[in-house]
């Protein structure tokens, strides 16, 4: 049976074995429809039957209860997911998210991702991903520690250094991942790499926290590298103020740019002048130490803060969406455009919804998420080789690889995705350079 078939037939089967999973369809759709026609173009070296059919039925999802006491010694329930998506080519990883908006559909969408963007880092990693719709804001320690025990209790029994390796994402940082690991450490009675992200002291990688939002910005080199361009003095505007946003803007500063905005859910921050070392080092404090608001930031250092808003009015050279999926649409596209953007690289996972994403396709250099953020992961696969060899490599061995596998990436992009006025598209070579790995993979070893 032949693979190629027409991209409303088969989005139209996805969307009713999957009601309701909006999510998951958008993702779907983005790399169907660039893979279907790269399938019929070269159907004579696809002749396996249902390569994408298999590939959008995850491998397994596990939905389990987690059951924990709060500090007034009430009992929480909540809801958890580890979606195990696809381990042609290695085993499965990804991220754990703990978000009250976290559903079957969110993990199934970032899942599918990450099949995508762990193939393009050349590295031996399948895709998945979990969390659950707990939300760790306003807990105390305490109560972010019993539910994560309670969490692994269950989650333990499927993963495993060979099987299944978790990491973090949103609302999952040093202490979640700390938590997570004592617990799958005292009950496998192993000291395994069986998750990503850990602290330096117990397995971690140097280089880890920072990789996503640097892996972004050497992302964004390589592409203003195609025009005879460079960073240096480039205005840019960042979202969010996790560790993806505060690492990219302190490669940002590194390489001669200047970033101007930050932001939270309760608004953005504005500084005209451009974060420098100082700023940055308070907003540091503020975010992973204080666990405070943005908006705190202009009452030490000026600027503005706009309640409520996105930075997208902001006019700029080149833009880093890394808060969360859908914060830029098709109006902020236009708007940016307007305002004289060149580049946009994405630090979240789809923060542009399908909309924007046409507009910038057409009118800009822009890396979609699973090319331009896989630093992130790719150092959590530099993390994995360390354990398994028992050894620690330097920071600057760790961001050479770094740069190396955001260069390849760069390199495959634009091989899979050149057009044919020269110019390069970046999510089509991401969709088709990644799945042609993965593809090969599930070809080679039968109908699994
Ligand atoms: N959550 C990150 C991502 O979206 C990192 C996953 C990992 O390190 O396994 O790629």
């Known amino acids: 049976m032949k693979t190629p078939c027409n991209l409303e037939a088969f989005m139209k089967g996805l969307k009713s074995r999957n009601p309701i999973q909006t999510e998951f369809h958008d993702a779907v759709q983005e790399v169907a429809s660039d893979v279907i026609p790269y399938l019929e173009e070269n159907a004579r070296d696809w002749q396996e039957g249902c390569l994408l059919e298999r590939l959008t039925e995850p491998d397994r999802v596990i939905s389990f209860r987690v059951s924990w006491k709060d500090d007034k010694g009430n009992v929480r329930v909540n809801r958890a997911w580890r979606v195990q998506f696809c381990n042609a080519i290695g085993p499965y990883k990804g991220g754990m998210r703990f978000h009250p908006t976290v559903s079957e559909s969110v993990l199934k969408f970032l899942g599918f991702e990450q099949i995508f963007k762990n193939s393009l880092t050349g590295l031996p990693m399948g895709g998945a991903k979990g969390g659950s719709n707990f939300n760790p804001k306003g ?94 003095g480039k205005t840019a505007l960042v979202s969010g103020s996790g560790n993806v946003a505060i690492y990219c803007v302190e490669k940002l500063i590194a390489l001669g740019a200047k970033p101007v905005t930050l932001s939270d859910s309760g608004g953005f921050i504005h500084d005209p002048e451009g974060f420098n070392a100082e700023k940055l080092a308070f907003i540091k404090d503020l975010k992973e130490v204080r666990r405070g608001r943005i908006s705190e930031y202009t009452e030490k250092f000026g600027g503005e803060y706009h309640e409520g808003k996105r930075p997208w009015a902001i006019k700029a050279d080149i833009a880093f969406p890394c808060a969360t999926q859908n914060e830029v649409d098709e109006e902020d596209a236009k708007t940016l455009i307007k305002n004289g953007l060149t580049a946009l690289a994405e630090g979240a996972n789809m923060p542009c919804r399908l909309d924007a994403q046409h507009v910038f396709r057409k009118n800009i250099l822009y890396a979609p998420g699973k090319a331009s953020n896989a630093g992130g992961v790719a150092v959590s696969g530099l993390e994995q080789s360390q354990n398994s060899l028992r050894i620690s490599w330097s920071l600057k061995e760790v961001d050479e690889r770094l740069q190396n596998v955001m260069k390849s990436i760069h390199e495959t992009c634009s091989q899979y995705g050149k057009t044919e006025n020269g110019t390069i598209d970046y999510v089509k070579g991401a969709n088709v350079g990644g799945f042609v790995k993965v593809a090969g993979a599930l070809t080679q070893c039968g109908i699994v």
Do not use: W
């Not at 320690?141 to 692994?152: A, K, W, Y």
């Not at 192993?190 to 850990?198: E, Y």
């Open 139 to 232: 807990k105390s320690d305490d109560e972010v520690m019993r539910f994560c025990q309670s969490l692994m209790t269950e989650l333990h029994r499927y993963i495993g250094p060979d099987t299944d390796i978790p990491a973090g994402d949103i609302g999952v940082g040093a202490r979640e991942i700390g938590y997570l690991f004592g617990q799958y450490r005292r009950l496998s009675n192993t000291f395994t790499g069986a998750i990503t992200g850990k602290g330096l002291s117990f397995g971690g990688s140097v280089g880890r926290t920072e990789a996503t939002g640097y892996g972004a910005v050497y992302f964004m080199r390589e592409m203003l590298a195609t025009k005879g361009e460079t960073l240096e």
